[in-house]
């Protein structure tokens, strides 16, 4: 039991770091980030595909971008010069100055819990507060060509069955062409043509470029990576937040690229040269700071001559939308590299997956996100309810054969390396293990902390309601008693202090499964868990609410099942109560 006890002191310390980061995450942005840096650059010096690089990495022969004056969204949408987007999951327009697509509002998916709230907005035009977008074009003679370019476009509209394609010619006869193709989803075909129409041989690149802020981005954390990403040489490269990509300048990963851009919790957008599987001829691939919380993701192909009268063709795409695990798959079961990497998994994505799977079944069964959490803790705890009852037969067999260990720790009390000799004989003999009763807390570990990272990364849980004051999962519990539980309508930069309804159960049915635990002879251990419930409540009051409720419904169960095993086991139940009259008698 001290082993049991020790490991499950292990796991509640670790989630004090987790609750730290997530209040820092819900309440203290600006903090979150400087906190979480040196486990950041910790984690970039262990993970493949990181190359150390000067601080123009990436540029290539893009150069610098000029600054731009500040401009507000309604007036930089407003003016012409610019090309309706409109699918079933996205809509938006292509700015014909300099053919960028900065202007991408994801259909699906609301900015708040309000009904009457807009779209997300993922895309925003150069100058606007939340700057975000993709650019197409063509280094000439070595030289970028300017932005502000002016291109025609053959329709007004760009559809899954409209694609439309912008052209411009230089003074030389020479013809740039870009045509884009969209898809039901989030992916736009981009196909850059050169055509040479002139006398002399034409030497260009085509490139491709997404430019951002990060003062609207989510916050990196080890459990979700936010900030640039990508797969080179098929391994996930994303060691990087955006505060260590200023330090460092900018970097280009080590290896061919298969796709790189930018992620944030739940929306991504990349770039991706070709068929997605790194055998495109790539002169420059990477990203690069700006300076003033700018970003860039660059992908430069290599120089290509075309002579007279001939042409050269390339198609990169561009995803922009939502992490939907679903979608993301698809894209990658059709060619793009590791392209579900997009979405953090980690270590534990063979447990992670199915849980997702199984959430998404109950949530259609039972219509509610909510009812669908509750239901997979009922299933969790069931598949582990034969490992629980094999737990506890082994300690039982630890009880009965305590007073033969307490004999023989006597007999060979001066003769320690004996002693340890006869109790494991005495282990053998009685068919015991020592170990089997920590097995379940080993199995929920990597159970407990995938589920943590499904409620943290799966999308499909973002806005989705519970009932009564719970109407988002995926976010802390909005009633708490620094609100009057939700009689007050403001938020306020709390933390832990913004204990609700949900964490207080969660320290209550914690507290209730401690006593139901057989009793540790170690006064400090005694103490330890007397405090930790409610020490747990205030570290996770600012966790996701979902989460809080499979914790809470897991506790009940555990309750339950205790019980249950106890009235299969009562020396178990009896060893207890013993040792809370000794404890009594003591204090």
Known sequence: MDNRNLLLAVVLSALLILGWEAGLQYFY????????????????????????????????????????????????????????????????????????????ELKDYRETVKKDSGPVRLFAPEGTTGQYFAEFGFVSGGQRQPSNLVWQADAIKLTPTTPVTLTRTDANGVTYAIRF???????????????????GAAVVQPFA???????????????????????????LWDPHSYDELAELGGESPAGSPDWLGFTDQYWLSALVPGDGKGNVKVDDAGFRSLGGKLFRTDLLYGA????????????????????????????????????????????????EKPILWLLRTLNGLAGNFGVAIILLTVVIRGLMFPIAQKGFASMAAMKAVQPKMKEI??????????????????????KVNPLSGCLPMV????????????????????????????KDLSAPDPAHILNLFGLLDFTVPAGFLAIGPLAVLLGITMWLTFRLNPSAM????????????????????????????????????????????????PQLKAANAAAEKQKAAKG
């Open 29 to 104: 942005p600006e903090a979150a980030m400087t906190a979480q840096a040196p486990a950041a650059s910790k984690q970039a010096a262990t993970k493949p595909g990181a190359a150390a690089a000067p601080a123009a990495a990436g540029a290539g022969n893009l150069g610098n971008d000029a600054a731009t004056r500040k401009v507000d969204l309604k007036t930089a949408l407003a003016g012409g010069n610019r090309v309706a987007i409109d699918t079933p999951r996205i809509s938006g327009s292509i700015n014909l100055v300099g053919a960028r697509i900065d202007d991408i």
């Open 522 to 569: 170690d006064p400090v251990q005694q103490q330890m868990f007397a405090i930790m419930p409610w020490i747990l409540m205030f570290v996770m009051a600012p966790f996701a609410a979902g989460l809080l409720l499979y914790w809470v419904t897991s506790n009940l169960l555990t309750v339950a099942q205790q019980s249950y095993l106890y009235s299969k086991h």
């Open 209 to 235: 470029l997404i430019k951002r802020t990060s003062t609207n981005a989510t916050i990196d954390q080890y459990v979700s990576h936010s900030g640039p990403v990508g797969v080179f040489g098929d391994m």
């Open 443 to 470: 199995i929920q570990i990597p159970v407990f902390f995938a589920l943590y990272k499904v409620l943290v990364l799966a999308i499909e849980m973002r806005h989705e309601p519970f009932m009564l004051w719970i």
């Open 409 to 430: 720790q006597e007999r060979f009390k001066d003769d320690k390396q004996r002693q340890q000799q006869e109790i494991m004989n005495l282990y053998k003999e009685e």
């Open 304 to 351: 290509v001559t075309v002579p007279a009268g001939g042409s050269v063709t390339q198609d990169t795409r561009l995803y922009a939308g939502a992490k939907d695990s679903q979608i993301l798959d698809t894209y990658e079961d059709g060619g793009i590299s590791n392209f579900g990497l997009a979405i953090s998994w980690g270590w534990f994505w063979f447990f």
């Open 181 to 199: 193709a969209v898809d039901a989803n989030y992916m736009i075909t981009a196909t850059q043509t050169v055509t040479n129409g002139g006398a």
